[in-house]
């Protein structure tokens, strides 16, 4: 009689899935159906809903293309600042990695927490857009330690996520990001990046923290 | 030399598509292109991307499958409770109310913004699940105005959404609902409602506004 | 001895206790403690803890104040255009109401849901900040029965609301507007507002729905 | 009748001063407001506007007291998992670090990103229960290479942020955390931490990055 009511379930088989991290735990999706009411019949089955809404659709859910789109960008950026700082100079490597800063952070949004691989105390965090633009190009006398680490002969630079959360307006990926040197030689990070998405539809970084492997045991 | 910074826009050709609300303005993120600098080239083609991201995908963004599913589940409970009602009579009808207030609104999360069709001063406005369970099927004293808006005998429902917007993890929806009286009258109202997904995933409506067309001029 | 988790609840008493909406039903997190463990004791009492993180604090939750300042800010705009319509007449009402949509609504952001008080078929619904414009002024072709809604020489506007529910990076209102008209008259719209935060920390209208008091019964 | 629903308000002064995160930038809104157009007065001055909406307000936003709390749980949990171990035996630490992880993580709610500080590959990330537990209080032949770093004998453990940043509805927060060994010897290590909401109102975690402090250069 009212099992339609299931229509309000997650339908994305993808969604479900995703939930599903520990199939040996109960979901407290299905402690609600069994404490609450067994719904008798599931009325409206997914073909027979129409595929669109009629009028005007405004989706601004971050999707799983876009936030690979954005951590392909942020490779690729650190590879151009490599190039451009090795062939033109710092200077040339500094004004386009402050174009890379603002168009792919959220400083001018609200503030970023930045935790680079590389930073030591008292200056590990980079909240400001001036940290984080030292950290990439050095040169800044306010953070004596950095001495660039975008500057170093980058060549490559592949995103391998462990994990990646959509939370509808915002997005978070953790995993490995491996980078190779000059010398051929890879060095691998763990790295979590949030993203959420500008006014203008853009995706932006307002959470990073990078931290190479740990080496012990 | 920068222009995969472009990757960093919304990629997806449905969000733009929906976002182009008004083909005679600008879009701002056109705008900010202008302003800021412009992009060499874009050197990621969506193509190029890997289609998934390796590792675990959680997703909890509403999709627009997802609210058209919730929508038809107002619907028919409405008619559910009408046809329970003219069955079983009042008593039965109230039961099923009650299982499709808990299932479908989200008294229980925090509170509902609920603005009925037809309440009136000093009740217009219904923020508790005891309102909202008068005025669907009466019988309240606290509530004395209230007849019981889901007994009146419907027999359809239809949603002709006016416009969706799906701001990630919510959304909200315009336009009309019809629906059809035993007489076979249709009665057609502007409808706002306002979903969010619970822990377990289930949509609930938070905000609900109802009115009669305006009749005037 | 694991009392301290405790802390994990919302501290605030109030809201536990304003989350009892339905005493008839047990609360989810009443099922988690009896499930999961009980609570021995509550050892992180509110007084021994820190009352401000060191170092920065950005905090983009939307405020009470700043939802009803927005609303006040609605309201005097209403009032600023027609005090310009009748002076200056429709072109700078017109002018000054163009600058109040790009100031208040979220037309550039992506779009907003507006069902405004007056409006009839088959134009109710006003995605477009065309139609808003015309809605307020009137003067456009595209929309022959538009008069001007704010052009009706409206003296006065307040605020009386039922509900504010702010759900932390987004804020709904629901309750009456009562506007003054020269005469002196007084009509009483009920009023739903979904107000968002712009990039730049603005509030912004992105769904708008009113409609006239039910007369009936 | 329902006047109890005031009792959702959290008036919250820290959440304008939070804002001013650099005090030598000018602040987006001010840029705005100077380039867009100047409001001919600024009738609303804040000491007119009512301080407080009549009726039902429901707030949501998370607060910061609440992450203050919550930081404070975790490090209280890690002290009492570590003392149970020692006092009652791996076994009743594990049976402790399951409720902790039920209680304070958000597994249930979906998944969690959590990178712990010592893990190796390849099983660096743990975005099931089964894999946080195993961290925490190792014998999982699952995970053989955990030998439960909640079991190492910590004797106290302190947050010191480097910034919190709260976005209406999550919280991210980075910084320092600190934990005595029962030599006394103090492991520091980078900390990142993401809380949400949950429909119960309790803050759990859903992404964690822990790492070691950068030793080099």
Not at 148 to 168: P, Q, R, Y
Request: hydrophobic letters at 40%; charged letters at 20%.
């Amino acid at each position: 009689m009212d099992g339609h009511w299931n229509a309000f379930r997650a339908g994305n088989e993808i969604n479900d899935a995703g939930r599903s991290l520990d199939a040996n735990h109960m979901r407290p999706q299905e402690f609600h159906m069994k404490t609450a009411f067994t719904l008798a019949a599931l009325t409206l089955a997914a073909a027979s809903l129409p595929a669109f809404a009629k009028g005007v659709v405004i989706n601004q859910a971050i999707t799983e293309a876009e936030v690979l789109a954005a951590q392909q960008g942020w490779c690729k950026a650190l590879v151009d600042i490599s190039t451009t700082g090795t062939k033109s100079g710092q200077s040339a490597a500094k004004a386009l990695a402050e174009r890379v800063i603002d168009a792919a952070y959220g400083y001018q949004m609200g503030g970023v927490l930045f935790k680079p691989t590389l930073t030591v105390n008292p200056q590990t965090f980079r909240t400001t857009r001036a940290g984080a633009l030292a950290y990439f190009v050095g040169g800044d006398p306010a953070f004596p330690k950095d001495t660039g680490f975008a500057l170093k002969g980058w060549t490559k630079c592949e995103v391998d996520n462990a994990a990646v959360f959509i939370a509808g307006d915002s997005a978070t990926t953790m995993g490995k990001v491996n980078i190779t040197g000059k010398d051929g030689k890879i060095t691998t990070v763990d790295k979590t990046w949030k993203f959420v998405k500008d006014d203008a539809g853009k995706l932006r970084i307002v959470v990073h923290h990078s931290s190479l492997e740990y080496a012990g045991q």
